[in-house]
């Protein structure tokens, strides 16, 4: 069967239409002619795989990646880098036009596309290190990956030594090089030989430190950051800093703000150094530890942090708070969060979002009482479908 792809969906992936059925077909861009598998037939729609590319687009390119064709990690690796960010953009404006809102969004680029990220997944199975094939349980053992930082794919080869049979493991680094190994695995093993590593810091084993240090030191535009293992923090310290920098020019010097999700402080703490008073609201337990010890570290005395549930803590809070950040896990906002968002009604929102389908569907609620004055694109996540948004509301004047 051959078709021809004439788009990409939200995820990446080539559409093509073959038979009047919308067909699905990875690994593919708009102009390939491809001779195609089918995978799995539905009602309204299939998805197959490439048997053989025919035609090949005067887009494609060949990707910088040896896993690509296998691994499930990054989808837009055939396209030069900026025409995937065009792609992005087209994304998000097709998803906003569901709202019928006119956008016009900023696009942010990562000044350094490769080597990027500072944290790693792996998973262990029989003996072999790697990722996942896209939705599925098989095995691509890899050697590095090219948008990892090159401290961590170092590493990669001593973890082959620890021989485990099967678990996962988690590597992180700061801007010093500094690495946490965090490994999770029911089978006994030595980490000696990761103890010799001059860059490894501290090894985590099924949650319980055994060498070194639990915490990595980070500092993002001269705010310094205590970070715990299991804490969250920004896997782009590239494009982390401009999304700070990008929300403090949006928070003015008598400003009162309440910062949903605030993780070790991070950017309650960068507004914290600009504003009348800060409170952070997060649930995992370390993560608030590391949050007040950062507040120390930075001598900011207007910034307070409570560790909670953001959905019982926000009903305990006053409406003094004028401007609230929101920074939430991909599924968005719940329910309650967004009635007692609509209740008190403060002055601006500025909603940070690595999921523009929760963002949209949120935006959905809030948008009736705001307007949007600025919305970013930032590629934290490059030659990924994947996208980072930073959407600036005002209440609307009555």
Not at 78 to 90: F, Q, S
Not at 192 to 212: M, R, S, T
Not at 215 to 220: G, N, P, Q, S, V
Request: glycine residues 4%; hydrophobic residues 35%.
């Amino acid at each position: 069967m051959v078709g021809k792809i004439i788009k990409l969906d939200h995820e990446g992936n080539g559409i093509a239409l073959i038979d009047n059925l919308v067909t699905f077909v990875p690994k593919t861009i708009p102009g390939d002619i491809v001779e195609i598998k089918i995978k799995e037939k539905k009602k309204n729609y299939q998805t197959a795989e490439v048997v053989k590319i025919i035609t090949k687009s005067p887009l494609r390119i060949s990707a910088f990646c040896p896993y690509y064709d296998s691994c499930g990690g990054c989808q837009l690796q055939n396209y030069e880098y900026p025409i995937t960010l065009n792609y992005k953009k087209e994304k998000i404006l097709n998803i906003f036009s569901k709202l019928n809102y006119a956008l016009d969004p900023i696009i942010i680029s990562n000044p350094c596309n490769k080597n990027y990220r500072n944290k790693i997944e792996l998973k262990v199975q029989n003996k072999k290190i790697g990722f996942y094939e896209k939705k599925t349980n098989n095995m691509v053992e890899i050697e590095y990956c090219p948008i990892t930082n090159v401290k961590i794919n170092e590493i990669i080869p001593l973890l082959k030594k620890l021989e485990i049979n099967n678990g996962n493991i988690i590597l992180r680094v700061n801007k010093n090089n500094d690495i946490l190994v965090i490994i999770d695995t029911l089978d006994k093993i030595s980490c000696k030989v990761l103890e010799k590593n001059e860059n490894i810091k501290g090894i985590i084993l099924n949650k319980k430190l055994i060498w070194g240090e639990s915490f990595l030191e980070e500092e993002i535009n001269n705010i310094k950051y205590k970070i715990e293992y299991d804490a969250f923090f920004q896997v782009n310290p590239f494009i982390t800093s401009t999304l700070f920098n990008l929300i403090k020019e949006n928070i003015s010097t008598n400003s009162k703000v309440l910062d949903l999700y605030c993780g070790v402080g991070a950017i309650t703490l960068q507004v914290g150094s600009i504003c009348k008073k800060a409170l952070g609201i997060e649930i995992i337990p370390n993560a608030i530890k590391n949050a007040l010890e950062n507040k120390k570290l930075n001598n900011i005395s207007n910034v307070n942090f409570c560790c909670g549930d953001v959905l019982k803590e926000i009903k305990k809070i006053s409406n003094e708070y004028d401007t609230w950040i929101i920074d939430p896990p991909r599924k968005g906002l719940d329910k309650i969060t967004i009635e007692i968002l609509q209740k008190y009604l403060p002055t601006k929102i500025i909603y940070v979002s690595c999921n523009i389908h929760s963002l949209t569907r949120d935006l959905a609620s809030i948008l009736p009482n705001y307007e949007i004055t600025k919305f970013y694109i930032l590629d934290m996540f490059s030659y990924s479908h994947h996208v980072e948004c930073l959407c600036i509301l005002n209440k609307k004047l009555i």
